[in-house]
């Protein structure tokens, strides 16, 4: 079983800073992907960002030159620093570990989430 731990939410002004991290419980390079997901609330969770084992980060759109995704591997960390935030940005921000599987079949894990609210 994997853990993944979130840490780092909170209430911040509208264009003020974050940054989130995840602790997993075992190399982050048994993994084929690790992301960060949001939920607000009446809202479907979605993605914010991803990176692949070889370092390869993806953004939502709405995030792209505001968040940045990384990790560092040695102590099985995943961040996301969150910049200029907005309001819009509120939500549950949770940590995902994705690994594709032989069949081919994939396992998601998830941790159990960590708020993030930005006052206008």
């Known amino acids: 079983q994997v853990q993944l731990v979130e840490s780092g939410g909170g209430l911040v002004q509208a264009g003020g800073s974050l940054r989130l991290s995840c602790a997993a419980s075992?190399?982050?390079?048994?993994?084929?992907?690790m992301g960060w997901y949001r939920q607000a609330p009446g809202k479907q969770r979605e993605l914010v960002a991803t990176?692949?084992?070889?370092?390869?980060?993806n953004y939502a759109d709405s995030v792209k030159g505001r968040f940045t995704i990384s990790t560092d591997n040695a102590k099985n960390m995943v961040y996301l620093q969150l910049n200029s935030l907005k309001p819009e940005d509120t939500a549950v921000y949770y940590c995902?570990?994705?690994?594709?599987?032989?069949?081919?079949?994939?396992?998601?894990?998830w941790g159990q989430g960590t708020q993030v609210t930005v006052s206008s």
């Open positions: 995902n570990a994705h690994l594709v599987l032989v069949g081919p079949s994939v396992r998601d894990y």
């Open positions: 075992r190399s982050i390079f048994s993994f084929n992907a």
């Open positions: 990176i692949t084992s070889t370092s390869r980060p």
